[in-house]
Each structure stands twice: as structure tokens, then as C-alpha cells.
């Protein structure tokens, strides 16, 4: 079973920056995809971006382009979200997700496993 903890959120003024962090384990995190997603209240979790398993190629949401980097560090089992220049409506609970197969990476049911989830809020 496939344990994923999130951490790095947190409250930040408009423009700042923050970098999320997601630790792995129970499962070899080479051979696992990996996702963030984001959820507001009374809204659908949004896919955010994606990696493969070599992280040679990376995937993201156009409302993030340029802002986000999604990264992983097979070594140490975790896969990190770089968010810079950070607007009020990046203010969201963010998830991390792994998954076994490849598929339609911006797709909840892509995933296997998730994690709790970590606050992250934009003040203007």
C-alpha cells in the first residue's frame, strides 16, 4: 500500500512563492506517476500538473504555465511542486497522487493513491 504525505503549504502574500513537497512509501516510487491536484470548497479537484518516472517529462494546467514546476527526486522518494508568482486563486487544498499505469494524466481515476492533502492560501 501506497502511503503519500504532503507538506509545504501554507499562507503567502500575492506574488510569493512556496514549494510542496510529497514523501512516498510502501511501494518503489520509481515505477509509480505522479500528479498534484487542487480543490476548493464546492469545487471538483483540478489536475495541476504531472510527472513520469524518469521525470524527463513533466505535464501541467494552463492556468499554471510558467508559474509551476512539478519535479521528483526518485532517490529520496518524493516528488516536489515549485509555485512561484502565486495569485489569490491558486488559494487551495493541494493533493498529491500516484499511480501504477499511464493514461489520461489530467484524470482523477488515473490515480491509485492520495494524500491528505495540504493547505495552501494567497492573501492579496
Known amino acids: 500500500q501506497v502511503q503519500l504525505v504532503e507538506s509545504g503549504g501554507g499562507l503567502v502574500q500575492a506574488g510569493g512563492s512556496l514549494r510542496l513537497s510529497c514523501a512516498a512509501s510502501?511501494?518503489?516510487?520509481?515505477?509509480?506517476?505522479m500528479g498534484w491536484f487542487r480543490q476548493t470548497p464546492g469545487k471538483v479537484r483540478e489536475f495541476v500538473a504531472a510527472i513520469n518516472l524518469s521525470g524527463s517529462n513533466t505535464y501541467w494546467t494552463n492556468s499554471i504555465e510558467g508559474r509551476f514546476t512539478i519535479s521528483r527526486d526518485n532517490a529520496k522518494s518524493t516528488v516536489y511542486l515549485q509555485m512561484n508568482s502565486l495569485k489569490p486563486e491558486d488559494t487551495a487544498v493541494y493533493y498529491c497522487?500516484?499511480?501504477?499505469?499511464?493514461?489520461?494524466?489530467?484524470?482523477?481515476?488515473?490515480?491509485?493513491?492520495w494524500g491528505q492533502g495540504t493547505q495552501v492560501t494567497v492573501s492579496s
Open positions: 510502501g511501494h518503489t516510487f520509481s515505477s509509480l506517476y
Open positions: 497522487a500516484a499511480a501504477h499505469g499511464w493514461g489520461d494524466y489530467t484524470n482523477r481515476e488515473m490515480y491509485d493513491y
